[in-house]
């Protein structure tokens, strides 16, 4: 089973809300990753968490906070969000942060108001 | 550091015609590379990797695509395109970060049209 699951699926916030992104993988994967895709474009990497510790953040705005409370679980907190940051957010898990192949979720389509 | 250049952002074939994909990477060290398709609103599926020994992948959905090292190219073909097939499809290159943890390198995506 190569399933990672994302909720919700669609997200309408105002810009002073705070809101949470899930994510969730069975795969007994060590490296969970959160993907910022606007549209027509490629996926842009935000953060990887290697055994549930911070290991890239890619000078991500401190308005999206990654929290890897298990192995399992990925969450991004959404607070004081712009419009420009509408989008599909993307999680993915591989085996470990050194494992090649990365399994993707079905996203989050985030709207800001 | 690694890249990937995806030509043709869009592709139009006739059902039942060859689907080709292009892909060129750039990289100082063999390359770990894949092919990730995406229906709209959807994630990304991963069609197929190369990562060493035979360099012709066979991938899911009828898909394959050959590494040639000396021409850089990572492209993926299909024989016969089918109406599903219509969907985003996205490169990939691994980059190895500073203490081991890969990082993707994606194109910047093709988007193929199946005309029946």
């Known amino acids: 089973d190569t399933e990672v699951t994302q909720t919700p699926k669609h997200l309408v916030m105002g810009m002073t809300n705070k809101k949470s992104l899930k994510c969730e993988q069975h795969m007994g994967h060590r490296a969970m990753y959160w993907y910022k895709q606007k549209a027509k474009k490629p996926p842009e990497l935000m953060f990887v968490?290697?055994?549930?510790?911070?290991?890239i953040n890619e000078s991500v705005p401190s308005r999206f906070s990654p929290e890897c409370p298990n192995s399992s679980l990925l969450n991004l907190h959404l607070h004081a969000l712009q419009p420009e940051d509408s989008a599909l957010y993307l999680c993915?898990?591989?085996?470990?942060?050194?494992?090649?192949?990365?399994?993707f979720g079905p996203g989050t389509r985030l709207t800001v108001l | 550091a690694q890249s990937v250049t995806q030509l043709g952002s869009h592709v139009s074939v006739s059902e039942g015609a060859l689907v080709l994909l292009r892909c060129n990477y750039s990289s100082s060290v063999p390359p770990y590379l894949f092919w990730y398709v995406q229906y709209p609103n959807q994630g990304l599926q991963l069609l197929l990797k190369?990562?060493?020994?035979?360099?012709l992948v066979k991938g899911i959905n009828g898909f394959e695509a050959e590494f040639k090292k000396s021409e850089t190219s990572f492209h993926l073909t299909k024989p016969s395109a089918h109406m599903s097939d219509a969907a985003e499809y996205f490169c990939?290159?691994?980059?190895?970060?500073?203490?081991?943890?890969?990082?993707?390198?994606f194109g910047t995506g093709t988007r193929l049209k199946v005309l029946a």
């Open positions: 990939a290159v691994s980059d190895i970060r500073g203490g081991g943890t890969y990082k993707y390198i």
């Open positions: 190369y990562t060493t020994g035979a360099t």
């Open positions: 993915a898990s591989s085996q470990d942060s050194t494992t090649d192949t990365q399994y």
């Open positions: 968490y290697s055994y549930e510790k911070l290991s």
